[in-house]
C-alpha cells in the first residue's frame, strides 16, 4: 500500500478545520469549532468564517432585544464600548452592527457539482441500514469502492474512471502543478467544503466502531476522490488566494464581541453573587437532620427544574452527578441489536456490561411480545416496498390504516395512552440484571463486569465528588432519557453524558455497585460510612414528561413505606414540573402532565422539549448554594464539598464534566448564532440520510447542529440566549488556581475566551473572584472586595 506521511499528517492537520460529528442516531453535542480552541475567540470565529462561511456572533436583532429586555447592564456595556474604542452610545453602536454587510460565498457551479456527486456517493457508502439495496463493494473501503463502481454512473465525468490503485497517487496526481506548501490549503479547503460529512468521518474514523471496520473510510480516499472529480470538471483544486481583507485585523475585539461580554457579564454576575450569598449563609447552617431520601441527577440544566420540585414535595436532599455515573462503560442492553458507548465521547469505554435475564417467565412474555411486534413491522415493510402488493395492502386496510394515522395525528395523546396500556410487556429492568461482576469467561473487546477494586473506586468516586456527608435510608441515582415520537434528533434530548443514549443503564450499574455488602465493607474502611439500613435503587428521569420511573424491584419489604412516599411525591413533584415547563412552551400550565404527555406522543410536534435550551451556567458547589433559587433550568449543576476534598475530585470536575458543558453550550450557541452554517434549519425538511443524518432537502451537506425548533419559539423568536459558558465554583481560589496551573488545556480555554470561570472563596469571606488570564484572578466588583486574593497568580 502507497503511503506518504507527510500527506498524511498534513490532512490530519487541515481536519481541525472541522469539528467531528456522530451519526443522528447517537447524536452528541459538541462545538462545532473545536478545533479553533487554541487561539483567542474571535480570532477563531473570524477564521471559521473565512472557511466555512458561518457567522459567530449573534446579530444585532438578538443584542437589540436583549437590550430592550434588560439583559444587559448598561453600565457594563458602556465601559466596555468605551474601552474597544467604539462609540458608547448602545443605539449607534447597535446600528453600526446591523448596518455590517456579510461577505458573499466563495462557492461556483462547478464546486456545488463536485459537492452533489460526492454527497451521493457518501450517503450510499456510509448508509447504516436503511438501505433497502446496498452499495456495492463496501468492504473494500470507500476509495476502492468508488474505483469499480463510478464507471457506471453517468453523473461522474470519464476523466475520473481510471483512478490509481492507492489514493495518495490520486492526490498526488491532482496536486502536482500546485507548490507544495498549498497542498495543506488545498486538503483544508475541500474538507470544509462539506464539513458535516468530514465530521461524520474524523469521528468515524477515529472511534473504529463495527461500521467502519466493515466498510473502511479514511480521509486520504475521501480526498482522492473529491480532488480527483474537481479536477474533472475544472473546479478549484485550491483556496483562491485573497490577501484583502476588509474586517478587524486579528487583535481588534469585533463591536459584537464587546455587546457579547457585556452580556455574558450581566448574566455571570447575578449568578456569582448569588451563590456568594449563599455561601454565607451555608456557613452559618449547622442542620444535619437525616433526610427521608437522596436522589442524585444529572447536572444537565433540566435536572435543576424537577430537583426544585422533589425538594419542595417532601424531606429529600438532591445531588448532581454526570450522568453516566462515573461508569465508563459499554452497555449491552437485553435483545439490544448494537452495543453502545454509555460515557462522554472525551473517555473510552473499559468495561462491557450486559444486560442478562434472572428471572425466565418474564424474558420469555418479553421474547413472544417483541417478536409478535417484530414481525408485524417487518410485514408491514415489505408491503410498503413491494410494488406488487402496496396497492392490495391499501385496498384491504386502507380504511383502518387510515384511521389509525389520523389519531395519531389529532388525538395524539389519547394514543400514546393506548399505546401504553396494550405494551403488556415487561421492560427489561424487571427481570434483568446488569453484569457488574467481573466475568473473565466472557470473552469480547472489553472485559465484562468490574472487579471488587473498581467497583469501590467507582463508588468511592461518585461520594467524593459529590461531598457526600451522610446517607438517607434510601439513595436514588436517577439517570434520564427523553421520549419523542417522530424526531431524528431524539438522541440529542438523551443523556449527552452517556454519548446520546438514556442514562437509565448507568443508574441501574451505579446501584448495583453500592449494594455489593463486599463494596460497602470497603467503602466503610475508607472512611465512607454506608448505613446498614440504606438501599440504593435506580430511576429514569423521563425529560419531556417529567415522570421519575423507580426501578424498586430488589427492595426489601423493611423499606416499602419509604419507597410509597418518595413514590407519590415523585409524582407530586412531576405535576408541578410539567407545569413550568408546560408554561415554557407556550401550553397550559393547568394541564401541564397532559400537555407534556401529549408532546412525547404527537408525531408532528417539532418541539417535544426544549433540551438544553437556554443553558448558560454551571455552578460546582454544594446544593444548599442554590437550592433556594430558581435558575429558570439554564444552569448544570454538579455537587461538589470543598471542604471534603483535597483537590482530587475538583480536578476531575474541572477537566471531566466542565469540559463537556462547554461543549454542550457551544453547540447551542453557534447553532443559534448561525443555524445554517452551524445548525440543522428546520425540522419541517429534514430529510434523513442512511441514519447518519439529516439533508435539508434532497441532497447536499449533512446538517450537524441542533434545529431551530430545539432554539427558537418562533421563526423571528429566538428562546436560546447565545451566552459562552459561566462557571462559578466554590472552592479556595488557591486551589483552582493550582488545578489550572497542572492543565494546560483549560487555560487555554479560559484564556481564549471559550468560557469564564469565577471562583465564590469561601476562606475569604466568600468573596467572588473572576479568572482574568494567565493564571491572575481580579473581584467581580467593589461589592465584594477592592483588594485582590492572597492566592492570585499561584505558581503552584
Not at 451563590?275 to 441527577?297: I, K, M, T
Not at 460515557?343 to 417478536?371: G, K, M, N, S, V
Not at 408525531?603 to 437550592?627: K, S
Amino acid at each position: 500500500m502507497s503511503t506518504d506521511p507527510a500527506i498524511e499528517a498534513s490532512i490530519d492537520a487541515a481536519a481541525d478545520a472541522v469539528g467531528s460529528a456522530w451519526p443522528i442516531h447517537s447524536f452528541v453535542t459538541a462545538n462545532p469549532l473545536a478545533g479553533y480552541e487554541d487561539r483567542p475567540f474571535h480570532e477563531a470565529v473570524a477564521d471559521a468564517e473565512r472557511l466555512l462561511g458561518g457567522d459567530g456572533y449573534p446579530s444585532a436583532d438578538t443584542f437589540r432585544r436583549a437590550w430592550a429586555a434588560g439583559r444587559i447592564d448598561p453600565e457594563r456595556l458602556r465601559s466596555r464600548l468605551d474601552a474597544h474604542g467604539y462609540d458608547a452610545d448602545p443605539e449607534a453602536s447597535l446600528d453600526r452592527m446591523a448596518a455590517a454587510d456579510p461577505d458573499d460565498g466563495t462557492a461556483t457551479p462547478e464546486t456545488d457539482r463536485v459537492d452533489a456527486i460526492v454527497a451521493k456517493w457518501l450517503a450510499a457508502f456510509l448508509d447504516q441500514g436503511s438501505a433497502s439495496w446496498s452499495m456495492p463493494n463496501r468492504e473494500a473501503g470507500f476509495y476502492e469502492a468508488f474505483r469499480t463502481v463510478a464507471p457506471h454512473d453517468s453523473d461522474v465525468p470519464d476523466a475520473v474512471v481510471d483512478l490509481p490503485e492507492e489514493p495518495i497517487d490520486a492526490i498526488r496526481d491532482c496536486l502536482a502543478a500546485h507548490p507544495v506548501g498549498r497542498w495543506q490549503d488545498s486538503f483544508e479547503f475541500h474538507l470544509a467544503a462539506l464539513p458535516g460529512w468530514t465530521g461524520l468521518l474524523k469521528q468515524r474514523a477515529a472511534d473504529g466502531d463495527a461500521w467502519q471496520s466493515t466498510y473502511p473510510i479514511t480521509l486520504p480516499g475521501y480526498l482522492a476522490v473529491r480532488l480527483t472529480l474537481a479536477d474533472a470538471v475544472d473546479a478549484p483544486l485550491v483556496p483562491p488566494e485573497d490577501g484583502t481583507d476588509d474586517r478587524t485585523d486579528a487583535g481588534t475585539v469585533p463591536l459584537a464581541d464587546v455587546w457579547l461580554s457585556a452580556w455574558e457579564a450581566t448574566y455571570r454576575s447575578e449568578l456569582a453573587e448569588s451563590v456568594a450569598d449563599a455561601s454565607e449563609s451555608v456557613a452559618e447552617d449547622g442542620d444535619d437532620d437525616r433526610p427521608d431520601a437522596q436522589l442524585v441527577f444529572c447536572i444537565d440544566t433540566r435536572s435543576e427544574i424537577i430537583r426544585r420540585h422533589v425538594e419542595a414535595a417532601g424531606d429529600y436532599e438532591t445531588f448532581g452527578y454526570a450522568g453516566f455515573f462515573g461508569v465508563p462503560m459499554r452497555w449491552d442492553g437485553y435483545d439490544a441489536d448494537v452495543t453502545v458507548d454509555a460515557c462522554p465521547p472525551i473517555l473510552d469505554a473499559e468495561h462491557r456490561i450486559a444486560e442478562r435475564p434472572t428471572a425466565a417467565a418474564e424474558a420469555d412474555a418479553y421474547d413472544d411480545w417483541h417478536a409478535a411486534l417484530d414481525a408485524g413491522k417487518a410485514a408491514v415493510k415489505r408491503l410498503k416496498s413491494n410494488a406488487a402488493t402496496a396497492f392490495s395492502f391499501v385496498e384491504s386496510a386502507g380504511a383502518g390504516y387510515g384511521a389509525a394515522l389520523a389519531a395519531r395525528t389529532l388525538l395524539p395523546g389519547r394514543v400514546r395512552d393506548l399505546f401504553h396500556a396494550a405494551d403488556r410487556s415487561p421492560e427489561t429492568h424487571e427481570f434483568c440484571e446488569p453484569t457488574v461482576d467481573y466475568n473473565p469467561d466472557s470473552v469480547h473487546e472489553l472485559r465484562e463486569g468490574l472487579t471488587l477494586e473498581e467497583k469501590v473506586t467507582y463508588a468511592e468516586t461518585a461520594f467524593d465528588l459529590m461531598g457526600w456527608a451522610e446517607f438517607a435510608r434510601v439513595v436514588v441515582f436517577t439517570g434520564h432519557a427523553s421520549e419523542t415520537a417522530n424526531n431524528p434528533f431524539d438522541s440529542s434530548l438523551d443523556c449527552g453524558a452517556c454519548a446520546g443514549n438514556p442514562g437509565g443503564p448507568n443508574a441501574r450499574v451505579l446501584a448495583a455497585i453500592c449494594n455489593d455488602d463486599a463494596v460497602k465493607a470497603e467503602l466503610r474502611e475508607r472512611g465512607i460510612d454506608v448505613p446498614h439500613d440504606t438501599v440504593f435503587l435506580a430511576a429514569e428521569h423521563n425529560t419531556t414528561t417529567d415522570e421519575v420511573q423507580l426501578y424498586d424491584g430488589h427492595v426489601p419489604e423493611t423499606h416499602a413505606e419509604d419507597i410509597d412516599r418518595l413514590r407519590a411525591d415523585l409524582a407530586t413533584a412531576r405535576a408541578d414540573a410539567a407545569a413550568e415547563r408546560a408554561a415554557d412552551m407556550g401550553g397550559d400550565a393547568d394541564a401541564g402532565v397532559r400537555e407534556t404527555q401529549r408532546r412525547a406522543g404527537d408525531w408532528a410536534e417539532t418541539r417535544p422539549e426544549w433540551g438544553l435550551a437556554g443553558n448558560a451556567g454551571f455552578v460546582v458547589g454544594p446544593r444548599a448554594l442554590t437550592d433556594g433559587l430558581d435558575l429558570d433550568g439554564r444552569s448544570f449543576l454538579h455537587s461538589y464539598d470543598w471542604e471534603t476534598d483535597d483537590g482530587e475530585a475538583l480536578d476531575a470536575i474541572l477537566t471531566g464534566p466542565m469540559v463537556v458543558t462547554q461543549w454542550i453550550n457551544a453547540q447551542y450557541y453557534f447553532s443559534t448564532v448561525d443555524n445554517a452554517a452551524y445548525g440543522s434549519g428546520s425540522k419541517v425538511t429534514h430529510n434523513p440520510v442512511g441514519n447518519v443524518g439529516v439533508y435539508q432537502g434532497n441532497g447536499g451537506d449533512l446538517m450537524t447542529g441542533l434545529p431551530l425548533q430545539s432554539l427558537t419559539s418562533a421563526d423571528d423568536e429566538p428562546y436560546h440566549q447565545p451566552l459562552r459558558l459561566s462557571t462559578v465554583v466554590h472552592a479556595p481560589v488557591e486551589r483552582v488556581t493550582g488545578i489550572l496551573a497542572d492543565h494546560e488545556e483549560l487555560t487555554t480555554l479560559l484564556d481564549n475566551g471559550w468560557l469564564s470561570l469565577t471562583v465564590v472563596d469561601p476562606t475569604q469571606d466568600h468573596r467572588a473572584f473572576h479568572y482574568e488570564g494567565a493564571l491572575s484572578w481580579k473581584p467581580m466588583d467593589e461589592r465584594v472586595a477592592s483588594r485582590a486574593p492572597t492566592a492570585a497568580a499561584s505558581d503552584d
